[in-house]
């Protein structure tokens, strides 16, 4: 079974406009962390945002935010006012566990394309 | 700071080739990753190695060996390229950032585009 699902494939969103990345995972660990990336057409890797699964409030970085529902397991991306350079993959990706040294999982990520 | 360094870049190989993908950082992280990405499959694990000294097998790990040269280096090799392995590979590297949680965020390399003919 996929751990992280991301269900968008692709996306197109206005610009100055907000748009919604879908994320659900599955564990059974009660001790998680969910990440975002973003790959521009570059091809690095960027760190967007993070969340712990013990976190009592959502994650908020600058215009990214991290909509987490803990009993639906979902950690959606939420991008407000979107510009034309957040056209990239995203990928959602969760570690499992306390120790901080496993790895991450990655989803199959989602392309957004910002409209002028 | 450098970050993650990996070379090369680019490299074509033909089937049966040999290679070693060279990883670096200079970030002083104990755990380091490599992943490969295809279209359509997201970023898959291959090897990682924890700390200096341990190396464990991820996802897709068949056709690849690791070395943990020391705490800044991690190479990847493939032994016989086959065409299956032609991907993007990106090394990686991980410190603590919040000592509860366990927040390890990863630092990736630029990627090194392998085709093998």
């Known amino acids: 079974a996929q751990k992280i699902t991301q269900t968008q494939p692709g996306m197109f969103v206005q610009e100055k406009e907000a748009v919604t990345l879908d994320c659900t995972y599955d564990t059974s660990d009660p001790s998680y962390g969910l990440f975002w990336y973003k790959q521009p057409s570059s091809g690095e890797m960027i760190f967007l945002i993070y969340?712990?699964?013990?976190?009592?409030q959502n994650a908020t970085e600058g215009r990214y935010s991290l909509n987490f529902q803990k009993a639906r397991k979902s950690a959606n991306l939420v991008i407000s006012a979107s510009q034309l350079g957040d056209s990239a993959m995203y990928f959602c990706a969760m570690r499992e566990g306390r120790s901080g040294n496993t790895p991450l999982v990655f989803g199959k990520g989602t392309r957004l394309s910002v409209i002028a | 700071n450098a970050g993650v360094t990996q070379t090369p870049k680019f490299q074509v190989l033909k089937t049966g080739q040999s290679m070693t993908l060279q990883c670096a950082q200079d970030m002083n992280h104990n755990s380091m990753y490599w992943y490969r990405q295809d279209p359509g499959m997201g970023l898959r694990l291959i090897y990682y190695s924890a700390s200096e000294g341990t190396t464990d097998k991820g996802e897709v790990p068949n056709g690849y060996n690791v070395s943990r040269l020391n705490k800044r280096e991690f190479s990847l090799r493939l032994e016989s390229a086959a065409p299956s392995q032609t991907s993007v590979y990106f090394c990686?590297?991980?410190?603590?950032?919040?000592?509860?949680?366990?927040?390890?965020?990863?630092?990736f390399g630029a990627g090194s585009r392998l085709t093998v003919l």
């Open positions: 969340q712990g699964s013990y976190d009592q």
């Open positions: 990686a590297s991980s410190k603590r950032q919040r000592v509860i949680s366990g927040a390890n965020v990863l630092t």
